[in-house]
């Protein structure tokens, strides 16, 4: 596919700079100044000065990182959905080393507010122009912002000052071009593309003082620019709308329940959707561990319910008089639906596993429904809840569906019950959480010999951290539950007897291949001997495995921006972090917004699972711009498998709940 961003450049310079007196005619912009670390705005005195249209910057902030800015930006906000900014750098800054300074575009003014920025890296390895583009929010300095972001060097601009820079928007796009003379431009960045969904930004100069962060530098801009352009497809924010269904209500039932010998009461939760009967609850989600609820008030915001300390290690709202007792919650996060369609309710707790049992007896009476402590459950749990959730499965083998085991070792990796074994457990952690990757290679040689149906997945450039976990999780879950749950259960005439899945009809995911951005998956019936009885991992079917390959992707350079599903970054205490579940409508047409690689022999397939979509129409030559047909009712993994002239990748999985046409 030929590269169509150096054609739209050339045009918008042929069309911008035909008159240079008339481009630089304007009035320059009113822009404010924040220090990007403190996200307040500052005395423009100390950090902005603006005399007959120069702008000087002055920071002291350190050097930018992967996943944050330190430094100041003079920005103003904008709503309009095409435009165009240019600036050119007056004088480069003096007395401090590896200083960055060009201008941006951010989502917010928080320091790790996603956006691209076109900017002089003065890093001594570099000491050129660079472009910078933030696609997501890190949870943290060190939990993911090692694998936020693309970067890329124009080493062919060495200038310091003297220089013209200007992004134009396009929405959703992105397009840069440079200059040395203000007369002859050249397109930045045409190996990518670059796009952000929200409309709103802010656009403007940064300047990055780098070194120690003790010494202050500054840096002018003179003939800046901002103005309002006109595209003839007028693309908005609007045509990636997602579906947004009535936010479902849930009931609450919790139990104080003891553990026999031991003195110290355990709490335990079950969450039920308010119109969804009793007898169509086909299997519970055994959340180990759980301490709270994420909920979305009257307003529509997300938010946890409130918490004091309470026995039991479960915390509980502080509007709820007794521990003991039923409740109906404020509206519930949208994404609940996905429950309430696959008929599953939720169960949680604080309390040690041992304690379960006598738990769902006490739910069981408490709501009345008789059978309730013999419903299936899947489980899952992070942390030491991961390790209840793998006690769990010691603990009720005929109960256990699956076992989510996360951010933790391969615990109870070595116990020796043959009805454990025959589980399917799915072990989950961050890739630079302390050996537990390393660990996880080293115990699934013994544990494939022995004929476990366990899978690993790593989460790259992760910590102690959730990250994307239930991007893997859910999919895993709901295709186990099916697979597993006779159609004709009935818990309130007996135990439910779970189906044994067959070794030999599942799938292995090759685990050192994870090192890779298309890490290997492969039906038992072609696997060596070694992918058998090797480093590899267990899935019950393709779907699973093919899942498991996007999960686990190292770094693709392909990314996702509608529809997404980012379950639990907003959870960090990074506003604008993530907590995205966007939904769609069955039957009804959707548009793909993504960001990748460009070049002429560049193929872009879409996939929702196994099938491959059709796409019905590609934007502006853009292969990352695309209309798909409507999907059936149901959760869909959605994923793009990129081709290029060096090699194929995945992308990272987002699982979309598609609702019901009615």
Same mark, same amino acid.
């Given at each position: 596919? $030929?590269?169509? $961003?150096?054609?739209?450049?050339?045009?918008?310079?042929?069309?911008?700079?035909?008159g240079?007196?008339?481009?630089?005619?304007?009035?320059?912009?009113?822009?404010s100044? #924040?220090?990007?670390?403190?996200?307040?705005?500052?005395?423009?005195?100390?950090?902005?000065? *603006?005399?007959?249209?120069?702008?000087?910057?002055?920071?002291?902030?350190?050097?930018?990182?992967?996943?944050?800015?330190?430094?100041?930006?003079? =920005?103003?906000?904008?709503?309009?959905?095409?435009?165009?900014?240019?600036?050119?750098?007056?004088?480069?800054p003096? !007395?401090?080393?590896?200083?960055?300074?060009?201008?941006?575009?951010?989502?917010?003014?928080?320091?790790?507010?996603?956006?691209?920025?076109?900017?002089?890296?003065?890093?001594?390895?570099?000491?050129c122009?660079?472009?910078?583009?933030?696609?997501?929010?890190?949870?943290g300095?060190?939990?993911g912002?090692?694998?936020?972001?693309?970067?890329?060097?124009?080493?062919?601009?060495?200038?310091?000052e003297?220089?013209?820079l200007?992004?134009?928007?396009?929405?959703?796009?992105?397009?840069?071009?440079? =200059?040395? /003379?203000?007369?002859?431009?050249?397109?930045?960045?045409?190996?990518?593309?670059?796009?952000?969904?929200?409309?709103s930004?802010?656009?403007?100069?940064?300047?990055?003082?780098?070194?120690?962060?003790?010494?202050? *530098? =500054?840096?002018?801009?003179?003939?800046?620019?901002?103005?309002?352009?006109?595209?003839?497809?007028?693309?908005?924010?609007?045509?990636?709308?997602p579906?947004?269904?009535?936010?479902?209500?849930?009931?609450?039932?919790?139990?104080?329940?003891?553990?026999?010998?031991?003195?110290?009461?355990?709490?335990?939760?079950?969450?039920?959707p308010?119109?969804?009967?009793?007898?169509?609850?086909?299997?519970?989600?055994?959340?180990?561990?759980?301490?709270e609820?994420?909920?979305?008030?009257?307003?529509?915001?997300?938010?946890?319910?409130?918490?004091?300390?309470?026995?039991?290690n479960?915390?509980?709202?502080?509007?709820?008089?007794?521990?003991?007792?039923?409740?109906?919650?404020?509206?519930?996060?949208p994404?609940?639906?996905?429950?309430?369609?696959?008929?599953?309710?939720?169960?949680?707790?604080?309390?040690?596993?041992?304690?379960?049992?006598?738990?769902?007896?006490?739910?069981?009476?408490?709501?009345?429904?008789?059978?309730?402590?013999?419903?299936?459950f899947?489980?899952? !749990?992070?942390?030491?809840?991961?390790?209840?959730?793998?006690?769990?499965?010691?603990?009720?083998?005929?109960?256990?569906?699956?076992?989510?085991?996360?951010?933790?070792?391969?615990? !109870?990796?070595?116990?020796?019950?043959?009805?454990? #074994?025959?589980?399917?457990?799915?072990?989950?952690?961050? =890739? #630079? /959480?302390?050996?537990?990757?390393?660990?996880?290679?080293?115990?699934?040689?013994?544990?494939?010999?022995?004929?476990?149906?366990?899978?690993?997945a790593?989460?790259?450039?992760?910590?102690?951290?959730?990250?994307?976990?239930?991007?893997?999780?859910?999919?895993?879950?709901?295709?186990?539950?099916?697979?597993?749950?006779?159609?004709?259960?009935?818990?309130?005439?007996?135990?439910?007897?779970?189906?044994?899945?067959?070794?030999e009809?599942?799938?292995l995911?090759?685990?050192?291949?994870?090192?890779?951005?298309?890490?290997? *998956?492969?039906?038992?019936?072609?696997?060596?001997?070694?992918?058998?009885?090797?480093?590899?991992g267990?899935?019950?079917?393709?779907?699973?495995?093919?899942?498991?390959?996007?999960?686990?992707?190292?770094?693709?350079?392909?990314?996702?921006?509608?529809?997404?599903?980012?379950?639990?970054?907003?959870?960090?205490?990074?506003?604008?972090?993530?907590?995205?579940?966007?939904?769609?409508?069955?039957?009804?047409?959707?548009?793909?917004?993504?960001?990748?690689?460009?070049?002429?022999?560049?193929?872009?397939?879409w996939?929702?699972?196994?099938?491959?979509?059709?796409?019905?129409?590609?934007?502006?030559?853009?292969?990352?711009?695309?209309?798909?047909?409507?999907?059936?009712?149901?959760?869909?993994?959605?994923?793009?498998?990129?081709?290029?002239?060096? !090699?194929?990748?995945?992308?990272?999985?987002?699982?979309?709940?598609?609702?019901?046409?009615?």
């Amino acid at each position: 596919m $030929k590269n169509y $961003k150096s054609l739209v450049c050339t045009i918008t310079v042929l069309h911008l700079f035909a008159g240079l007196s008339a481009v630089w005619g304007g009035e320059p912009p009113e822009l404010s100044a #924040h220090r990007l670390h403190r996200a307040q705005p500052d005395d423009p005195g100390e950090i902005l000065r *603006v005399s007959e249209g120069t702008f000087t910057l002055t920071a002291d902030g350190r050097e930018s990182f992967m996943g944050e800015d330190d430094g100041v930006f003079a =920005s103003l906000r904008t709503d309009a959905p095409n435009w165009r900014f240019t600036a050119r750098v007056a004088s480069a800054p003096e !007395g401090s080393p590896n200083p960055k300074y060009g201008i941006a575009v951010r989502e917010g003014l928080q320091n790790w507010s996603r956006g691209l920025h076109m900017r002089y890296d003065g890093y001594e390895n570099n000491r050129c122009l660079q472009w910078f583009y933030r696609y997501q929010v890190g949870h943290g300095t060190h939990h993911g912002t090692r694998r936020v972001y693309f970067s890329g060097l124009d080493r062919e601009m060495k200038q310091t000052e003297g220089f013209w820079l200007r992004i134009e928007r396009r929405y959703p796009e992105f397009f840069m071009c440079r =200059s040395s /003379d203000g007369e002859t431009w050249i397109p930045v960045g045409t190996e990518r593309s670059f796009s952000l969904l929200p409309q709103s930004l802010h656009v403007g100069l940064i300047l990055t003082a780098g070194g120690d962060g003790r010494r202050e *530098v =500054s840096v002018s801009f003179d003939q800046v620019r901002f103005e309002e352009i006109q595209v003839e497809d007028g693309f908005t924010e609007e045509m990636y709308a997602p579906y947004e269904p009535p936010a479902p209500r849930w009931e609450w039932w919790v139990a104080h329940t003891p553990i026999e010998a031991e003195g110290d009461p355990q709490n335990f939760f079950i969450m039920k959707p308010v119109d969804v009967e009793w007898k169509d609850i086909r299997a519970f989600l055994y959340s180990a561990g759980s301490k709270e609820v994420v909920i979305q008030n009257e307003e529509g915001v997300l938010e946890n319910l409130r918490f004091e300390n309470g026995p039991g290690n479960l915390r509980k709202p502080v509007d709820m008089p007794e521990w003991d007792g039923h409740w109906v919650l404020p509206p519930m996060d949208p994404i609940y639906h996905q429950y309430a369609q696959h008929g599953l309710a939720r169960v949680g707790g604080a309390g040690h596993p041992r304690a379960l049992g006598n738990a769902l007896k006490a739910l069981e009476e408490m709501t009345g429904h008789e059978g309730l402590s013999r419903i299936p459950f899947a489980v899952s !749990g992070m942390s030491f809840a991961g390790g209840y959730t793998a006690t769990t499965a010691r603990l009720y083998p005929e109960q256990t569906i699956a076992a989510g085991v996360t951010h933790i070792g391969p615990a !109870g990796w070595e116990t020796d019950d043959p009805r454990v #074994h025959k589980i399917p457990h799915l072990y989950i952690s961050g =890739s #630079h /959480d302390t050996t537990h990757r390393t660990d996880f290679l080293r115990v699934s040689q013994p544990v494939r010999e022995q004929g476990h149906l366990w899978g690993f997945a790593t989460l790259w450039w992760y910590y102690h951290i959730m990250g994307h976990t239930q991007s893997m999780v859910l999919p895993y879950f709901y295709r186990i539950i099916d697979l597993r749950l006779p159609e004709d259960a009935d818990p309130v005439v007996g135990p439910v007897p779970l189906r044994e899945l067959n070794e030999e009809d599942g799938w292995l995911a090759v685990l050192p291949t994870w090192e890779s951005n298309h890490p290997r *998956v492969v039906a038992w019936d072609e696997a060596t001997r070694e992918e058998r009885r090797g480093q590899s991992g267990w899935f019950p079917d393709e779907f699973t495995a093919r899942v498991w390959s996007a999960t686990v992707s190292n770094w693709p350079n392909t990314v996702i921006h509608f529809p997404r599903f980012d379950p639990n970054d907003g959870w960090s205490g990074r506003p604008g972090g993530g907590h995205i579940h966007h939904q769609l409508r069955a039957g009804e047409p959707f548009r793909i917004l993504a960001s990748g690689p460009l070049g002429e022999d560049l193929k872009v397939t879409w996939y929702a699972g196994l099938e491959p979509l059709e796409v019905q129409r590609v934007f502006r030559d853009n292969p990352y711009l695309v209309e798909i047909g409507g999907l059936p009712a149901g959760l869909h993994v959605l994923h793009a498998i990129t081709e290029t002239g060096e !090699g194929t990748e995945i992308s990272r999985p987002h699982p979309i709940l598609v609702h019901p046409a009615e």
